[in-house]
Nanobody
């Protein structure tokens, strides 16, 4: 059974950092594009970042949305079958449920039409 499980969310203060994890069960993440998204109450889902699948000649390409560029980064650990989203300099407006998703390509990842999704992890930024 294919499953994605996010973790690492929590309650933090403005300026803090978090590392979110997306672990895959039933398949190898290195062969898929993995996207990170978030959705705040009353707002549309927002695409944050994507890492494309590894190919024999190069590791996956990383994409980061302009809205979080410079603060959020994405990485993958194939040995752990995990993709991470590193959140730095967190702001109250970063409060949302964060999701990871898998598909074949990062093309148009911002649109959120990925096939497999995790259940999400809550990030709350508050003083």
């Amino acid at each position: 059974q294919v499953q994605l499980v996010e973790s690492g969310g929590g309650l933090v203060q403005p300026g803090d950092s978090l590392r979110l994890s997306c672990v895959a069960y039933g398949f190898s993440l290195e062969y898929y594009a993995i996207g990170w998204y978030r959705q705040a109450p009353g707002k549309e889902r927002e695409g944050l970042s994507c890492i494309s699948r590894d190919v024999p000649t190069r590791v996956g390409t990383k994409y980061v949305a302009d809205s979080v560029k410079g603060r959020f980064t994405i990485s993958r650990d194939n040995a752990e079958n995990t993709v991470y989203l590193h959140l730095n300099s967190l702001k109250p407006e970063d409060t949302a449920v964060y999701y990871c998703a898998a598909d074949s390509t990062c093309v148009d990842y911002e649109l959120g039409y990925f096939g497999s999704w995790g259940q999400g992890t809550q990030v709350t930024v508050s003083s």
